[in-house]
């Protein structure tokens, strides 16, 4: 279909009503830059032969019906200049790409060159992720960012913008740590899929990185102070319902986030949300109790609980080497003492005794 030489750049057959799979004759378009999919009913599992086009920089092949597990590359090389990935609204299961992302090489460092790559005088807008990207291939490629009515162009957008969304699929098991090598990110959407764990303190290197939502999924532990530290670009930043706990860390971007990025965690506290990270400071109470009422009055000095148990193990160790060194007579006084009714008069246990 595609012959050998093909010299095409840019392919959009977005938005038609596309079945089957991608047909591999794509791989003689040796000079294609941009490969748009979307929203069509593609149905396959993950073309990994696309990374063998040397000069593929924008993959979007989000809202499809695409499957399975991404798996790895055949070598080291694939992809060797993809900087935007959409693999949203599709099927992908598993655990998520490491293996790619590990060779995405041109998320990983800033380019310089500011040269322009098309001049074809086309003019098209896609969405990724919660943003409106336009592209302007007249002189240069640009971008336009929208966000809460906020409009932001960014020129050059082929060389400067870098961003991963893998949201809405069936991805499992933990966010890799090696995120944190994409130092050049942008965009990450990991949202709606099964994740679990801890969010990875490497996402602290994503200095540039303006978006993140991790939202409906099930990870687990606290905020990473580090993203509120260093991500000092972050414009917009969603966690909301997972099972995440602990005092939201505080910064500079973090707090022009309001209750919204944080919803539905039960276990987090602290501004935006209304919940005092001092109620949080006991241990859990495992019973159905959402009270958050403390079991011991406020403030309880469970010093004072281990210092009488340590005293009453002292003593009961040395009365029971007592009663054991005694008559038996004894012994038996005290159990029949302590087994008698409360109804019995101190004259029917005085007599107990003296028998």
Same mark, same amino acid.
């Given at each position: 279909?595609? +012959?050998? @030489? ?21 791989? &003689?378009?040796?000079? *294609? ?17 696309? @990374? ?22 055949? &070598? ?99 966010? +890799?740590?090696?995120? @944190? ?6 965009? *990450? ?24 939502? *991790? ?36 910064? +500079? ?11 539905? &965690? ?5 501004? +935006? ?83």
């Amino acid at each position: 279909m595609y +012959p050998k @030489g093909c010299d095409l750049k840019v392919m959009d057959l977005s938005q038609n009503q596309l079945t089957g799979e991608v047909p591999k004759s794509l791989s &003689n378009c040796k000079m *294609l830059q941009i490969l748009d999919l979307s929203k069509n009913k593609m149905n396959q599992t993950f073309p990994a032969w696309l @990374g063998s086009l040397p000069r593929l920089q924008v993959l979007l092949l989000h809202s499809n019906m695409f499957h399975g597990e991404i798996g790895s590359p055949r &070598n080291p090389s694939e992809f060797p200049r993809l900087c935007i990935i959409n693999l949203s609204h599709n099927f992908f299961t598993g655990a998520l790409p490491v293996n790619y992302i590990q060779i995405w090489n041109a998320m990983k460092a800033f380019r310089t060159n500011m040269e322009p790559y098309i001049k074809t005088g086309l003019n098209f807008e896609k969405k990724i992720g919660f943003y409106t990207v336009t592209y302007n291939f007249t002189y240069y490629s640009s971008m336009i960012l929208t966000n809460k009515g906020v409009e932001t162009e960014y020129q050059k957008i082929l060389n400067i913008f870098t961003a991963i969304d893998l949201s809405s699929n069936k991805f499992t098991g933990k966010i +890799p740590k090696s995120l @944190g090598s994409l130092v050049a990110l942008q965009l *990450l959407d990991l949202s709606n899929n099964n994740l679990i764990g801890p969010i990875p303190l490497s996402l602290g290197n994503l200095t540039q990185l303006e978006s993140l939502d *991790l939202s409906q999924n099930k990870l687990s532990g606290v905020i990473p102070d580090q993203l509120a530290a260093q991500l000092n670009f972050l414009a917009y930043f969603n966690v909301s319902q997972n099972l995440l706990r602990g005092q939201i860390p505080q910064g +500079p971007q973090f707090r022009t986030f309001d209750n919204n990025s944080y919803m539905e &965690n039960s276990g987090l506290c602290g501004f +935006p949300l209304s919940k005092n990270c001092e109620t949080l400071q006991l241990p859990p109470d495992d019973s159905d109790d959402d009270s958050g009422e403390d079991k011991f009055p406020s403030g309880f000095d469970w010093l004072f609980i281990f210092a009488g148990l340590g005293s009453g193990l002292v003593v009961g160790f040395v009365m029971g080497n007592i009663l054991m060194d005694r008559q038996p007579w004894l012994i038996r006084g005290i159990v029949q003492k302590f087994g008698r009714t409360q109804k019995k008069t101190r004259m029917q246990e005085r007599q107990i005794f003296r028998a």
